[in-house]
């Protein structure tokens, strides 16, 4: 098909007015003036008075992990009886029938980065995966996407309620210091050894294989500035590309954290203070740390605040003194970036998926709702002709 007389949020920033957006089979063919436009032999969309945005992206969430109105049997993000768990892989889990999918796409996030929750210093493997789909294997972007790492509070309390380690940071630290050299020396010495005297396979070992080599970054759970520093000197000591999930006390060390080239995942936003480790926790935070120079991602940490608010988070945190522009980048662009995606989503660019969601209003206020959603070239939402996929 062939958008015309849209106006589209570009990747510098900028919203472009009177402009075409030409899709192809899954794929943005070209963006461009009407001007410029040829011959429409492709089905014309009119979005006259809309503008056009990429796809939202959940860059943290447990979507599809633990399930919508269900209890044990639905809740699969946390295996909480190994503390060091980094062959668990997330699309192992994720149910694409929650209900929870659809909403997050009837709210324009087309994208999302699943996976266990913080129960275990090492919790397994994220995924990359759209939000429209039945079968999970069909839904991935990348798999793996992330290996999750969590300091501080949750892993201290789960082992604490078993008597196992680790019951202080020391510990939760050392176990993944110890992990990670175990890993580094399992592919040394396959790297070195003649093939009758390889290591025998280690699945543990080799999961965390993508993650020494840079291939993928690892999201690390940290609120308290302490914790926070803790993991940016671990990744440092192994050279990990890495990102800082909540990252909530952040702000008070904002510009020792955009020397150090951190990225921070902040969210929920919309929550309460419910443990020691939110004491500080303030909506100004992702605002504070943007404008010190540090990369931020908003994210929902669903189920924490329900996915289909993640542009309300993003609105919650203009209020709160963040440009409004970079907090459109927090759920498009910079999601995109961190996780080693934005070759195919985070921006309305030719060559990436056509990821496409249509507002009158501003996105980011409590009323706005998509007027439609495209997602992979297909139209999922329309509420001019009532049309819900």
Not at 121 to 140: E, L, N, R, S, W
Not at 158 to 187: C, G, N
Not at 227 to 236: E, H, K, P
């Amino acid at each position: 098909m062939i958008i015309i007389n849209a106006s589209v949020f570009m990747p510098d920033g900028s919203f472009a007015q009177q402009q075409f957006v030409r899709i192809s089979g899954s794929r943005i063919a070209a963006v461009g003036p009407m001007h410029a436009l040829d011959v429409l032999e492709e089905p014309v969309l009119d979005a006259a008075g809309t503008t056009i945005y990429p796809g939202f992206i959940d860059a943290h969430t447990h979507l599809g992990m633990f399930e919508d109105s269900l209890g044990f049997e639905g809740d699969d993000g946390n295996e909480d009886t190994d503390p060091c768990t980094p062959q668990l892989r997330a699309i192992d889990a994720v149910n694409p029938l929650d209900r929870c999918f659809r909403e997050a796409r009837e709210a324009g996030i087309t994208s999302v980065l699943t996976g266990p929750g913080s129960a275990n210093p090492i919790g397994g493997q994220f995924a990359a995966v759209k939000t429209v789909g039945k079968c999970i294997d069909d839904m991935v972007i990348r798999a793996p996407a992330a290996m999750k790492f969590a300091l501080g509070e949750n892993p201290k309390s789960v082992y604490h309620d078993k008597s196992a380690a680790p019951v202080t940071r020391m510990a939760t630290s050392a176990l993944i210091r110890e992990q990670l050299y175990k890993a580094k020396d399992y592919f040394a010495r396959k790297r070195e050894c003649e093939e009758e005297d390889r290591p025998e396979y280690d699945m543990k070992c080799e999961s965390l294989g993508p993650l020494l080599r840079g291939e993928i970054p690892a999201q690390i759970h940290a609120h308290r500035a302490d914790d926070i520093f803790t993991a940016v000197r671990l990744a440092q000591e192994f050279g990990l590309r890495y990102s800082i999930v909540h990252c909530t006390q952040g702000y008070l060390a904002a510009e020792e954290l955009a020397e150090k080239g951190v990225y921070a995942m902040c969210g929920p936003i919309i929550s309460d203070r419910s443990k020691p480790e939110l004491r500080d926790s303030t909506p100004e935070n992702p605002g504070l740390l943007s404008r010190a120079g540090v990369k931020v991602c908003i994210v929902t940490d669903h189920p924490e605040v329900p996915i289909q608010y993640l542009p309300l988070c993003a609105g919650i945190a203009v209020r709160a003194g963040m440009d409004r522009v970079e907090a459109l980048r927090a759920i498009t662009i910079y999601p995109a970036e961190i996780a080693g995606i934005s070759d195919r989503v985070g921006s309305v660019e030719p060559g990436k998926d056509a990821d496409l969601v249509f507002f009158r209003d501003d996105p980011l206020s409590v009323s706005a709702v998509p007027e439609r959603v495209i997602i992979d070239g297909r139209i999922i939402l329309d509420k001019r002709e009532g049309v819900s996929k």
